[in-house]
């Protein structure tokens, strides 16, 4: 989950949209801008994307044996809720130095199991993005999108990822059948690659995700009653 080239592709899409006819742009701009419930509801499993001085959510649940079954050969399993789950993906954003400097512009991030999927999604503040880190391109992309529609920075943006993850060599992968969430409006990658013109490989590749070291070589992930569970072997 790359917070700034989804922050990109989220804009590119509100231009898109905003430039059809009127009666069609309001109607896309409002499901496009919708915040989910969980960004204003009290209670809610979420987490400020800069995860601090909170330590490393595996290093921590092995050190304390909470909710981790050994196995022969070193092997382990580490169940996850989805509070932990969303902890997990904020400590791998965080530890991405490419993306951790756009992280003074999120306000939370929240994941949710459904069944074998995993939905996660951040609001950002668009305005607040420094946009002299980026790239031309994307910079450029930007500029464009607070021309086209001022009201844009002014408004918290939610940008979300739901797909069916595995782990590979220590990285949460996600495959093509991964959806992009733009408020309520619902993207495949398909769709993102002909409204950006990117590659969809390269889109799958940015939203993969490095998991955070915790000595051990994480090699599977299943959802077993509403939990994630890592598999692995300790070093």
Same mark, same amino acid.
Request: no cysteine.
């Given at each position: 989950?790359?917070?700034?080239?989804?922050?990109v592709?989220?804009?590119?899409?509100?231009?898109?949209?905003?430039?059809?006819?009127? $009666?069609?742009?309001?109607?896309?701009?409002?499901?496009?801008? $919708?915040?989910?419930?969980?960004?204003?509801?009290?209670?809610?499993?979420?987490?400020?994307?800069?995860v601090?001085?909170?330590?490393?959510?595996?290093?921590?649940?092995? $050190?304390?044996?909470?909710?981790?079954?050994?196995?022969?050969?070193?092997?382990?399993?580490?169940?996850l809720?989805?509070?932990?789950?969303?902890?997990?993906?904020?400590?791998g954003?965080?530890?991405?130095?490419?993306?951790?400097?756009?992280?003074?512009?999120?306000?939370?991030?929240?994941?949710?199991?459904?069944?074998?999927?995993?939905?996660?999604?951040?609001?950002?503040?668009?305005?607040?993005?420094?946009?002299?880190?980026?790239p031309?391109?994307?910079?450029? $992309?930007?500029?464009?999108?607070?021309?086209?529609?001022?009201?844009?920075?002014?408004?918290p943006?939610?940008?979300?990822?739901?797909?069916?993850?595995?782990?590979?060599?220590?990285?949460?992968?996600?495959?093509?059948?991964?959806?992009?969430?733009?408020g309520?409006?619902?993207?495949?990658?398909?769709?993102?690659?002909?409204l950006?013109?990117?590659?969809?490989?390269?889109?799958?590749?940015?939203?993969?995700?490095?998991?955070?070291?915790?000595?051990l070589?994480?090699?599977?992930?299943?959802?077993?009653?509403?939990?994630?569970?890592?598999?692995?072997?300790?070093?």
């Open positions: 989950m790359r917070t700034k080239q989804a922050v592709l989220a804009l590119s899409l509100v231009v898109g949209l905003s430039a059809g006819a009127a $009666a069609a742009a309001a109607f896309y701009w409002h499901r496009a801008t $919708a915040l989910p419930t969980w960004y204003s509801t009290s209670g809610a499993e979420t987490v400020a994307v800069d601090g001085s909170s330590g490393n959510l595996l290093q921590n649940k092995l $050190a304390s044996g909470q909710g981790v079954r050994y196995g022969s050969d070193n092997r382990v399993e580490i169940s809720t989805e509070a932990e789950l969303t902890r997990l993906l904020a400590e954003i965080a530890q991405t130095p490419r993306v951790a400097q756009f992280l003074p512009a999120a306000d939370s991030l929240s994941a949710t199991i459904r069944g074998d999927r995993v939905a996660g999604g951040i609001v950002v503040n668009p305005a607040e993005l420094p946009t002299q880190a980026l031309a391109q994307a910079r450029q $992309a930007l500029d464009t999108a607070f021309s086209t529609v001022p009201m844009l920075g002014d408004r943006l939610y940008i979300g990822i739901e797909g069916s993850p595995r782990v590979t060599n220590g990285r949460l992968v996600l495959g093509n059948d991964t959806r992009v969430q733009i309520r409006v619902n993207l495949s990658i398909a769709d993102v690659a002909r950006t013109g990117l590659d969809p490989a390269q889109l799958t590749e940015q939203i993969n995700l490095a998991l955070p070291q915790a000595g070589t994480l090699d599977g992930l299943e959802f077993v009653n509403g939990e994630a569970v890592l598999r692995g072997v300790t070093q």
